[in-house]
């Protein structure tokens, strides 16, 4: 059973080609599953704006950094996407003639809409709050995310091997380890992506050392 996916990959899925080649086809019953699809990409581009040239590079407007609270994607997040989730949790409760169980299958489960609530809500607001300082010319979503937090529970994971419930003074034990270690001990596993600025330490390596000559 396949428990991890890759971000990469969901977003080959996820993408506005995807959506365009259900298009096409022109199949009635993939109307919800298209509206999805481009949604969910949109949704994908606004909140994953990485550098200030990366919109031009792509040609996709969306990835374009934010440089106003009059940015148009901060209405389209919190009344379109949002109003979209609404809207589908409704239908699928109101559907008729099924268990309160299957009709919660009709839809995102309850934490990972209130997730996205969060998500939206919390970076449209605190996305305003940046650029109304001074000195702030542009924002970039891509920063607002909790990548270092998962990086250094992954480390802890790895200590722990196959431990999965570790005491207080194990979880203490290896917070001084990964300390000392620093950046030699690296996240090989996670829900994180690397940046491309982290150091590439390969653990196996046995190559030794240079030696300084001696003086004769």
Not at 52 to 81: C, I, M
Not at 115 to 126: A, C, K, N, P
Not at 159 to 179: F, K, M, S, W
């Amino acid at each position: 059973m396949i428990i991890l996916i890759s971000i990469l990959l969901l977003s080959q899925v996820i993408s506005t080609s995807v959506s365009h080649a259900l298009a096409i086809q022109g199949r009635h019953e993939t109307v919800s599953t298209r509206t999805f699809v481009s949604m969910v990409d949109k949704f994908f581009d606004c909140l994953n704006v990485k550098n200030p040239q990366q919109g031009r590079h792509t040609r996709k407007p969306d990835l374009e950094p934010y440089r106003s609270v009059e940015d148009a994607r901060f209405n389209w997040l919190e009344k379109e996407f949002l109003g979209f989730l609404d809207q589908w949790e409704r239908q699928s409760q109101a559907t008729p003639n099924m268990t309160k169980e299957d009709r919660n299958k009709l839809c995102l489960s309850k934490q990972t809409l209130e997730g996205l609530r969060i998500s939206v809500s919390s970076f449209v607001e605190l996305a305003k709050l940046l650029l109304q300082e001074d000195g702030v010319t542009f924002v970039l979503s891509d920063k607002f995310n909790q990548d270092p937090l998962e990086q250094h529970f992954a480390k802890q994971r790895r200590r722990c091997g196959a431990n999965e419930h570790p005491t207080v003074l194990e979880y203490g034990r290896n917070e001084i380890n990964i300390h000392v270690a620093g950046q030699m001990i690296a996240a090989v596993r996670g829900n994180c992506r690397g940046r491309a600025n982290d150091a590439q330490i390969d653990l196996n390596d046995d190559t030794p050392l240079p030696k300084r000559k001696r003086k004769r």
